[in-house]
């Protein structure tokens, strides 16, 4: 039996490179044609089994803090409000900016973020309804959470009314501050899934090494291309 290729957001959590076999095992490996890899199972939605493309939409689980591949028809059950929490909801496609509003290296260094580049998350709780933001970085080990600072984010926030702007669960803040770069985007959740596993991949040595960094400038050269500018009074469109 065929195994299945990993689905959706899975295929960015795969390890971080293939392990080669040894010169004797690679000498003596048959090469008939049965011995050819097999082309990878199509990608299926996770709540109706239904084969998707890879321009299927994701629908976000808060209760289980994951992310699920969804046809089209199951993604439009989930993108309107009823009021409750709700355990599922779909993710937008909205990528914004606001160019009104640069993020400074030094409004950065107020957040005590020892790294370049994290991305920041509005929480519910789906037992107790409440809400927190909480911030993450993208690393060789996956997602790591730091403390945030929150009385210095809600100063952030007074002056930067796209950090406000997020939907709760579904929607991120991320942020790429060093001597070059002062990005900052409104995002769907799914894109930082998917930057957290390009880092897992691609991650080498102490730094990261070229290909992570080159990986990060593609990551953000695509918000740039895709992001429209930040406008307050339609900020829930």
């Known amino acids: 039996m065929t195994p299945r290729a990993p689905s959706g957001l899975a295929r960015f959590a795969g390890p971080a490179a293939p392990v080669p076999a040894p010169a004797s095992a690679q000498a003596s490996a048959p090469t008939s044609q049965s011995a050819q890899p097999s082309a990878p ?8 089994d ?27 059950l989930f993108t309107r409000e009823t009021g409750d929490v709700q ?12 160019p009104a509003h640069p993020m400074t290296a030094a409004e950065w260094e107020r957040l005590q973020i020892p790294v370049a580049v994290a991305f920041f998350m509005r929480t519910t709780a789906f037992d107790t309804h409440q809400e927190s933001i909480t911030a993450f970085y993208p690393g060789p080990a996956g997602a790591t959470e730091c403390l945030l600072d929150l009385a210095a984010w809600e100063r952030l926030r ?13 929607e991120a803040i991320v942020i790429r501050s060093d001597t070059e770069h002062g ?13 957290v596993g390009r880092m897992r991949m691609q991650w080498r040595g102490f730094d990261g090494g070229d290909e992570a960094r080159a990986s990060i400038d593609s990551y953000f050269d695509e918000l740039r291309r895709l992001s429209r500018p930040f406008q307050p009074e339609a900020a829930d469109g």
């Open 41 to 48: 199972a199509p990608d299926r939605c996770e709540m109706c």
């Open 50 to 76: 239904t084969e998707i493309d890879d321009r299927h939409g994701h629908v976000a689980d808060l209760e289980k803090r994951s992310i699920m591949c969804a046809c089209r028809a199951c993604y439009l």
């Open 87 to 98: 355990r599922y909801r779909a993710v937008p496609d909205r990528r914004l900016h606001d």
């Open 158 to 170: 007074d002056d930067h009314p796209l950090l406000a702007a997020p939907q709760p669960d579904v």
């Open 183 to 195: 990005d900052c985007y409104l995002v769907p959740v799914d894109t930082c899934y998917e930057l």
